[in-house]
């Protein structure tokens, strides 16, 4: 059988006298697209830390594949102005890179033109692009994209989404996504779990070209490249924070 | 040579000089201004155990300002409370206790002026083997931790993830700076030791575009200073460290003016010219 990158078994994690989430358990594969969805403060990332070993769950366990290759791109990286870094020192945080890697890597993301370019130049979008070129440039194994994203317009979104599907074809590595759209998911992604500080539901996406509701807001010309996820709740959440499992 | 006072002092300074560079960026870069201050106040500490205990004061100052920093981390992870407000209660706290301390002792004398402003003419043969031992070592160390350290200050987490330990390069360049402060009481003092750490930094981040290049020009800031400020304080009999620190100040105002314009730092790295040729390379 196939052995996972990563494995949660039943994690959670407990701080400040609450459950941040509870009960997860999620499988990466190789060359496999996780897509982890979920409102505001419903342990999206904390999920994320918990798979790459950052965060050590209260409960359960977390099964790490020795000797993987691991990359990450955090939902939020603010650099300090007392610090002058360029796009090329940015590059070589983790390990020094060729310089012929950089750009090679830069040029699938589409802003080798900026490299040396002070990274607090970067618009939100260049930025975006660089660090997901920084997770890629060593051929992870497993990569976590913590919204990815966001402060993307339209246009980008659906052309980072196929950069990343043209990482997963060339470098063969897991994915694990993450995505505050609680409907609309990257097309190629084949597990959509759905958290609500625990796993409210998963299962895999549907084609979003053949969803009325979607054709309806965005016409005809929706790119193929997004999914649409239904989803499947057998409970309620209330108000207070319980769990209603009654129909 | 090592005769001539001013010799031993210019050795001692430089010496220094270059250690507190590339340190005083990363004091700088993760905010930790006053954790300078905090280790010197808790300098005294050291200072009052070394002299009851008959024991080598750079060492004890070292181990001191070791145990308060280690506290520190420690504290971090264990309160709520912001940064400042840990530094400020380790500083005061430990300052008080130093204080207490040698009231209790009543035979230690102090130089306490010494102590607080340093008295780099004072420097003898063995302060300068310190001075320059100890910063080998240093300097050597913080090339070790160099890449988990900067990591770390970039992004803890992103660090962490790919594998780095950036926690335990924080714990080794907290003790690092702990073991500057020791080493530069007799010639700065532990009032100015910050100043020193966190001036010429700052001075080099206005003429430099990457992590490196600010290190190495906040050396050479550091140590111009050093320099002109021992010849300014025997020119106009001022007491020396106090001196050195006016002069890195003006240097510093110096470089709020628009030098990056200046043709020295337009040069072209070889790496930008490297990739030029292939650019043109490809396009032909």
Not at chain 1, 87 to 110: C, S, W, Y
Not at chain 2, 24 to 50: E, P, Q
Not at chain 2, 250 to 271: A, D, G, N, S
């Amino acid at each position: 059988m196939k052995k996972s990158l990563i494995e949660l078994n039943n994690c959670g994690v407990f701080r400040n006298d609450k459950w941040l989430v509870r009960g997860v358990s999620i499988k990466v594969f190789k060359e496999q697209i996780v897509t982890l969805i979920g409102p505001n403060g419903s342990g999206k990332s904390t999920t994320a830390k918990i798979a790459l070993g950052i965060l050590k769950p209260d409960e359960g366990t977390n099964l790490i594949q020795n000797n993987i290759k691991i990359s990450y791109v955090p939902q939020k990286l603010s650099i300090d102005w007392s610090l002058p870094l360029r796009v090329l020192d940015f590059m070589n945080l983790i390990e020094k890179n060729e310089i012929t890697n950089i750009v090679e890597t830069l040029n699938i993301t589409g802003i080798e033109h900026l490299l040396f370019q002070d990274v607090r130049n970067l618009s939100g979008g260049e930025f975006q692009r660089l660090l997901m070129a920084r997770a890629i440039i060593k051929k992870p194994d497993f990569l976590v994209l913590d919204e990815p994203v966001q402060g993307v317009d339209y246009p980008g979104e659906i052309a980072l989404y196929k950069t990343i599907q043209e990482i997963v074809k060339n470098i063969k590595c897991g994915i694990l996504l993450i995505s505050h759209n609680l409907h609309v998911v990257m097309s190629q992604t084949d597990h959509v779990i759905c958290l609500n500080g625990h796993v409210c539901c998963s299962g895999a996406p549907r084609s979003i070209i053949k969803e009325p509701e979607y054709i309806k807001l965005f016409g005809n010309n929706i790119d193929p490249t997004l999914a649409f996820y239904e989803h499947e709740h057998d409970h309620k959440h209330l108000p207070d924070g319980s769990i209603d499992h009654s129909h | 040579m090592f005769e001539d006072f001013l010799f031993r002092a210019f050795f001692a300074g430089i010496g220094l000089a270059i250690i507190t560079g590339p340190l005083g960026c990363f004091i700088v870069w993760r905010r930790l201004s006053y954790f300078g201050d905090t280790l010197s106040h808790s300098a005294l500490l050291g200072v009052v155990i070394g002299y009851a205990l008959n024991f080598n004061i750079i060492l004890s100052v070292f181990v001191i300002s070791g145990l308060i920093s280690l506290s520190l981390l420690y504290l971090q992870k264990k309160t709520n409370l912001p940064n400042d407000a840990l530094l400020g209660l380790l500083a005061h706290s430990v300052l008080a206790i130093g204080l207490v301390t040698l009231g209790l002792l009543s035979f230690i004398r102090i130089d306490l002026m010494g102590l607080l402003f340093g008295d780099i003419l004072a420097v003898n043969f063995n302060d300068i083997v310190i001075v320059w031992i100890g910063g080998a070592i240093v300097l050597f160390l913080l090339i070790i931790i160099w890449r988990p350290l900067f990591a770390g200050t970039v992004n803890l987490e992103l660090a962490k993830a790919e594998g780095m330990r950036p926690e335990l390069a924080n714990a080794i360049f907290t003790l690092l700076i702990a073991a500057v402060i020791a080493i530069s009481i007799k010639i700065v003092g532990i009032l100015l030791i910050t100043g020193l750490l966190i001036i010429p930094a700052s001075t080099s981040r206005n003429l430099s575009s990457t992590p490196i290049q600010m290190a190495i020009i906040a050396s050479i800031a550091g140590v111009i200073s050093v320099i002109l400020g021992l010849y300014s304080s025997i020119t106009w009999n001022t007491s020396t460290g106090p001196t050195i620190l006016s002069v890195a100040l003006v240097l510093f105002l110096i470089t709020l003016f628009p030098l990056k314009k200046l043709p020295i730092f337009k040069k072209q790295t070889k790496l930008s010219m490297q990739l030029k040729n292939e650019e043109q390379a490809v396009n032909k």
